[in-house]
């Protein structure tokens, strides 16, 4: 008999569509292979609810919650705030969800939990997640993926009040809370060395029981070799950036180059202008109005991103605020695409700036950058950013670190040294 996983996860891990939701999947898929999962999620989107057969074809039980709508989840997160505590727990609070958890718990159902994300975490800490009759906790692991409260307290520098109070509460509450859910589990991940290194200096407590699981990229899905029919139109040199549109850092990002970079690669190339197609859902209203700018175009949803990368002349990730690995970038990479990002967006890519692709900081970098791509003067780059990828972000690799954490069978654990 196969020994038994609990998986908690603050989203439907299916389909893996967007940055958290591919790490859950390929963590939540790989680790089925060796044991028999119990995986409990929220959704926020009711349309996922009709990918629960997939994740039942690879799980031996689910139980999946609704968040509500976005309203109901705010309000919730306001009618469970205590002091001291972020508005995050109270959003991915689910009643329903604690009460299975406790009862696995109570009937000494697992062998051991893993979690994702700290909004999960209070699902098995404190007096209503211990065993009954004496029983140990399982062994916890807990996948923090990047230093969340880093990004709350990015959004309140220069935000104006009240935004940048709360913004600076809910860092320095969820820090706190990031603090004490790592000393309370018997390892806690990051999603890169950087990002587990940078925790190391704010939670110095836990230090010696940190670790790290690099995001990889599925490369057989993301290979240059599939064809892909062309999206642009004939003759067009397109720029690319794909994610989530209603996704702070991204709408940030593609404004600040819609607005300073375009202008100048517009101006550089009077004769063969450059096009910036922004492409992924729920565009927010602040991206579709970049639509009337010259060369700018904004897709909305699409049915698969891959045929909008394969035939951009360049990807670009100029994002101002970033945590852990952007996988955004490795796709690119992986479809053989000359990419620039910025410094924040190159953070935790196991590539070499420079040769296997373009690290830009700032409008004239960026843009100057991007001219040399368009004008063929890095022919190799694409390559390059491929076999970049296969050597350091191979799903299949990655997770081996994740297997000596979670064996399959009862095991000392021994966190990874310092680097």
Request: hydrophobic share 45%; with cysteine.
């Given at each position: ?35 028999s999962v119990d995986l409990g999620c929220l959704v926020d989107d009711p349309a996922d609810l009709a990918h629960l057969p997939a994740l039942r074809a690879v799980c031996a039980e689910v139980e999946c919650r609704p968040t509500g709508a976005r309203a109901s989840a705010a309000a919730r ?259 053989a695409r000359p990419v620039v990002a910025s410094p924040q967006a190159f953070e935790g890519v196991r590539a070499n700036a420079g040769q296997d692709l373009l690290v830009a900081d700032g409008r004239l970098a960026t843009a100057t950058a991007l001219s040399e791509v368009l004008r063929g ?43």
């Amino acid at each position: 008999m196969r020994p038994r996983l609990l998986f908690l996860c603050h989203r439907i891990p299916y389909p893996p569509d967007k940055g958290d939701k591919i790490r859950a999947w390929h963590m939540l898929s790989h680790l089925a292979r060796r044991w028999s999962v119990d995986l409990g999620c929220l959704v926020d989107d009711p349309a996922d609810l009709a990918h629960l057969p997939a994740l039942r074809a690879v799980c031996a039980e689910v139980e999946c919650r609704p968040t509500g709508a976005r309203a109901s989840a705010a309000a919730r997160a306001l009618l469970r705030l205590r002091p001291g505590l972020p508005l995050t727990l109270g959003w991915f609070h689910a009643p329903a969800l604690q009460d299975w958890v406790a009862a696995g718990l109570a009937a000494g159902r697992y062998d051991a939990i893993l979690v994702y994300s700290s909004a999960m975490a209070p699902y098995v800490m404190g007096p209503h997640a211990a065993g009954r009759g004496g029983r140990a906790m399982p062994r916890r692991i807990l996948d923090l993926v990047d230093v969340d409260s880093a990004k709350w307290a990015a959004y309140a520098v220069g935000a104006a009040p009240p935004m940048r109070q709360v913004w600076a509460r809910e860092a320095r509450t969820l820090l706190a809370f990031e603090r004490r859910a790592a000393a309370a589990f018997d390892c806690t991940l990051l999603v890169s060395r950087e990002e587990r290194d940078h925790f190391a200096t704010l939670a110095p407590e836990s230090a010696a029981r940190l670790d790290w699981v690099d995001n990889g990229v599925d490369l057989a899905r993301f290979d240059p070799s599939l064809h892909h029919e062309n999206p642009y139109r004939s003759g067009a040199r397109p720029i690319v950036f794909t994610g989530t549109m209603d996704y702070r850092p991204n709408v940030e990002a593609v404004s600040w180059f819609a607005q300073e970079v375009m202008p100048m690669l517009r101006t550089a190339a009077p004769d063969h202008q450059p096009e910036f197609h922004i492409v992924g859902a729920n565009p927010a209203q602040a991206v579709r109005a970049l639509a009337t700018l010259p060369g700018v175009y904004v897709t909305g949803p699409v049915p698969d991103t891959r045929p909008y990368i394969a035939h951009a002349a360049a990807a670009v990730a100029p994002l101002h605020i970033a945590r852990g690995i952007q996988n955004k970038v490795l796709e690119a990479m992986a479809l053989a695409r000359p990419v620039v990002a910025s410094p924040q967006a190159f953070e935790g890519v196991r590539a070499n700036a420079g040769q296997d692709l373009l690290v830009a900081d700032g409008r004239l970098a960026t843009a100057t950058a991007l001219s040399e791509v368009l004008r063929g003067l890095h022919p190799d780059l694409g390559a390059r950013a491929r076999a970049a990828v296969v050597r350091g972000h191979d799903w299949s690799a990655t997770l081996r670190r994740l297997d000596r954490l979670l064996p399959g069978e009862p095991a000392a654990y021994a966190p990874q040294a310092a680097e």
